[in-house]
T-cell receptor, first 112, second 112 residues
Framework: GQQLNQSPQSMFIQEGEDVSMNCTSS?????WLWYKQEPGEGPVLLIALYKAGELTSNGRLTAQFGITRKDSFLNISASIPSDVGIYFCASYSGGGADGLTFGKGTHLIIQP | DAGITQSPRYKITETGRQVTLMCHQTWSHSYMFWYRQDLGHGLRLIYY???????DKGEVPDGYVVSRSKTENFPLTLESATRSQTSVYFC???????????FGPGTRLTVL
């Protein structure tokens, strides 16, 4: 099946620092999604990207859909303690009705 | 507004027993999904459903059975639980094909 390679696996940063994580694949995707998961909860959608080259922001979060359609990155500026969690990239496995394929996640830990 | 709920939240069972995990959504979404989350694997799709009485396999369906007699419910059954099915299970729903998936809070299942 299609695989999404997400890096880094984990990040230990200081509060106020900027964060960058990315996702790559050998396959072309038409959509890139970024989810955040907090302990004891299900993933929540942060940003959805639908076009190659698209750059979308959601507050302090910015994500881009790579030109080759095989990669995406997520940046978080000026991190705060509530940014702690696991961030996943994801895309649709097929036509959209058959579920999502997820990266393995980036675990963000913020030291005050 | 309950959204999407899962029950039980925690379950411990023994190898060979049948276990059913429940998922209920109040949005009348057509599409529903079951994922499992394991360390090192991220989230993987088990089964999905496009409407009542329509279900299909995802990436890791072996050992699981689903049904969807009503739009709002999508139970997942482990017919004979194995230790490898110890995991956190997430249900999700979406109102449209390829639309945003909303996740439940998860069920943590331990098979002894």
């Amino acid at each position: 099946g299609q695989q999404l390679n997400q890096s880094p696996q984990s990040m230990f940063i200081q509060e106020g620092e900027d964060v960058s994580m990315n996702c790559t694949s050998s396959s072309i995707f038409n959509t890139w999604l970024w989810y955040k998961q907090e302990p004891g909860e299900g993933p929540v959608l942060l940003i959805a990207l639908y076009k190659a080259g698209e750059l979308t922001s959601n507050g302090r979060l910015t994500a881009q859909f790579g030109i080759t359609r095989k990669d995406s990155f997520l940046n978080i500026s000026a991190s705060i303690p509530s940014d702690v969690g696991i961030y996943f990239c994801a895309s649709y496995s097929g036509g959209g009705a058959d579920g999502l394929t997820f990266g393995k996640g980036t675990h963000l830990i913020i030291q005050p | 507004d309950a959204g999407i709920t899962q029950s039980p939240r925690y379950k411990i069972t023994e190898t060979g027993r049948q276990v059913t995990l429940m998922c209920h959504q109040t949005w009348s979404h057509s599409y529903m999904f079951w994922y499992r989350q394991d360390l090192g694997h991220g989230l993987r799709l088990i089964y999905y459903s496009a409407a009542a009485d329509i279900t299909d396999k995802g990436e890791v369906p072996d050992g699981y059975v689903v049904s969807r007699s009503k739009t709002e419910n999508f139970p997942l059954t482990l017919e004979s639980a194995t230790r490898s099915q110890t995991s956190v299970y997430f249900c999700a729903s979406s109102g449209t094909r390829g639309g945003t998936q909303y996740f439940g809070p998860g069920t943590r299942l331990t098979v002894l």
